[in-house]
């Protein structure tokens, strides 16, 4: 079982920068590939990144790619989502999932824990 709690989002004008982090719960997080996806209002659960067990390998969107950087930290449970030359279409609430290796990274149904949701809003 583990349990993850995002943290990290808030309110930024266009161009500017969040850190959003995702603290999971757990002795076998370094166990887990770990994901952020994001729902804007109206709109389907989309995926942004993923990173491997090990952190050895990264996923990116093509929206985010050159923009947004994951990381992860195994000895601190914590995963975390740079962003940077944020847009007003970035704008939505942000969710860290963790997968027990599916061996897949981009869709939803990959994951098999997923975190309350954090809000960003980017202002034009």
């Known amino acids: 079982q583990v349990q993850l709690v995002e943290s990290g989002g808030g309110l930024v004008q266009a161009g500017g920068s969040l850190r959003l982090s995702c603290a999971a719960s757990g002795r076998t997080f370094s166990s887990y590939a ?8 109206g709109k389907e659960r989309e995926f942004v990144a993923a990173i491997s067990w090990s952190g050895g390998s990264t996923y990116y969107a093509d929206s985010v790619k050159g923009r947004f ?19 007003p ?11 027990w290796d599916s061996g897949s990274y981009y869709s939803p149904t990959d994951y098999d824990y997923w975190g309350q949701g954090t809000q960003v809003t980017v202002s034009s």
């Open 34 to 41: 770990m994901g952020w996806f994001r729902q804007a209002p």
């Open 69 to 87: 950087t994951i990381s992860r930290d195994n000895a601190k449970n914590t995963v975390y989502l740079q962003m940077n030359s944020l847009k």
């Open 89 to 99: 279409e970035d704008t939505a609430v942000y969710y860290c999932a963790a997968s």
